[in-house]
């Protein structure tokens, strides 16, 4: 009896410790990213968010760290691959200098329209990509979206490259985009995201080139006055993880986060085309001029960019099957 006793007692016991505070900690997850929560960006974290920690019973929780607040995207994709922030969404302009395969989506008037770029990110060109980034310690979960990429600036409209001569223009910290400046004529300046609001602002650069949306998401109409949509490139996001923190997860683990990751990614692309539709009469009402563009000039300015860079780094033969998904 005093046996049976003793059982019953630590069986107890070790059902009060599986559910005291300690043994129920959730897991936190950061998810570091430079925009702000009205973004297509937040709208993927928000998804994300929901879907990890409903698919886990809350086992994880996932803290949403919008507008730069762990740093810049260089920044939070090196604090990735050190295993310090366990996750981001992240625009491709960084990842090209880890991994050269993904400068492949970054060139000039590559892809025709938006369908076209989906068909080509949801292939295996685009999965292969995706997963190659493992080899540089950032585990890939799924392509986001921020869009075509459109000029905005102060001074005269930029209606065909010659405008664009000696205007210093805010990229992002990819090579890829300053060859392709610098061959519109202008003088490409890279930058975190962070600073550039204070460098428009301060009159330190001319204008910047961003998916339409950003424009209202980021308030640029307060120091902008014009937009040419050019659509120069058109501009995916990232959704990963820390390599180290995937591979410390187990199969179930590694299922929420990746179903979890393919929800975000379709709910922001589709956050992306409601922000853009909604983002040209919000513009013009704040006092921005938009215009449109014959892009034909800037297509054939940039058509060396296209060739010698797709044979420096072996793509010819990829950007030749990308056309023809158009």
Same mark, same amino acid.
Request: include cysteine; hydrophobic fraction near 40%; glycine fraction near 8%.
């Given at each position: ?62 803290? @949403? ?9 260089? +920044? &939070?994709?090196?604090? $990735? *691959?050190? !295993?310090? =922030? ?97 061959? @519109? ?9 962070? +600073? &550039?609001?204070?460098? $428009? *602002?301060? !009159?330190? =650069? ?121």
């Amino acid at each position: 009896m005093n046996i049976i006793k003793t059982k019953i007692i630590q069986c107890a016991a070790l059902a009060t410790l599986a559910l005291s505070p300690l043994a129920l900690e959730a897991k936190t997850i950061n998810l570091a990213f430079t925009q702000t929560m009205d973004s297509q960006y937040g709208a993927a974290a928000l998804a994300f968010k929901s879907e990890l920690e409903k698919r886990s019973n809350h086992e994880f929780e996932v803290d @949403l760290k919008p507008a730069g607040a762990l740093g810049g995207e260089r +920044e &939070v994709v090196e604090s $990735l *691959q050190l !295993g310090i =922030i366990e996750m981001t969404i992240s625009s491709t302009g960084p990842l090209g200098n880890f991994d050269k395969d993904v400068y492949l989506f970054d060139f000039p008037y590559v892809f025709e329209s938006y369908g076209h770029a989906h068909r080509v990110l949801d292939s295996d060109i685009g999965k292969g990509i995706l997963n190659g980034l493992s080899d540089h310690q950032i585990k890939g979960l799924a392509w986001g979206e921020n869009g075509f990429r459109q000029l905005t600036y102060n001074g005269s409209p930029i209606l065909k490259p010659e405008d664009l001569k000696g205007g210093k223009i805010r990229t992002m910290e990819n090579w890829v985009h300053l060859a392709t400046f610098n061959a @519109l004529g202008a003088s490409p300046i890279p930058m975190s995201w962070t +600073e &550039v609001f204070t460098a $428009l *602002q301060q !009159g330190t =650069i001319d204008g910047q080139e961003n998916p339409i949306n950003l424009a209202v998401t980021s308030k640029l109409y307060e120091v902008q006055k014009q937009a040419s949509m050019t659509q120069h490139l058109y501009s995916p996001a990232v959704i990963a993880l820390s390599q180290n923190y995937w591979e410390g997860l187990n199969s179930d683990e590694k299922k929420w986060f990746q179903e979890s990751a393919d929800i975000a990614s379709d709910v922001m692309r589709k956050s992306r085309a409601k922000l853009e539709s909604e983002a040209f009469d919000e513009l013009t009402k704040r006092g921005m001029a938009i215009h449109k563009v014959d892009i034909a000039p800037f297509v054939k300015a940039t058509e060396e960019v296209r060739h010698s860079l797709a044979t420096e780094m072996g793509f010819t033969e990829k950007l030749a099957e990308i056309k023809a998904m158009k």
